[in-house]
């Protein structure tokens, strides 16, 4: 199981680290992805970060203000949020790749709770 956490209300160009830990089991061997979704949206693609070498992936809407990361020892990746805009405001999840392209919702599994994060001017 994953538990995202971390989310909450920040002011506009405020930061934030969620966290989306493991339970049950390990997923240190695993790519791991973030998506978010706002109400009436769809869920849509954030950050993506590849088990094997580290590469990441990261939505244009947030490349250079977010930075996905893992500890392995502490079977958890995070999702460092800085320079917040109001239209970060969404429900984000942590999801277990599974196959595919990595920008897509459905080459993921294992999705765990969200957590809010709010945006406020």
């Known amino acids: 199981q994953l538990q995202a956490c971390g989310g909450g209300l920040v002011q506009a160009g405020g930061s934030l680290r969620l966290s989306c830990a493991a339970s049950g089991r390990t997923f240190g061997s695993y790519s791991m992805g973030w998506f978010r979704q706002a109400p009436g949206e769809e869920r849509e693609f954030v950050a993506a970060?590849?088990?094997?070498?580290?590469?990441?992936y990261y939505a244009d809407s947030v490349k250079g203000r977010f930075a996905i990361s893992r500890d392995n020892a502490k079977n958890t990746v995070y999702l460092q949020m800085n320079s917040l805009k109001l239209e970060d405001t969404a429900v984000y999840y942590c999801a277990v790749y599974r196959g595919g392209g990595y920008y897509y919702k459905t080459s993921y599994h294992y999705w765990g709770q969200g957590t809010q994060v709010t945006v406020s001017s």
């Open positions: 970060l590849k088990w094997s070498g580290g590469s990441t």
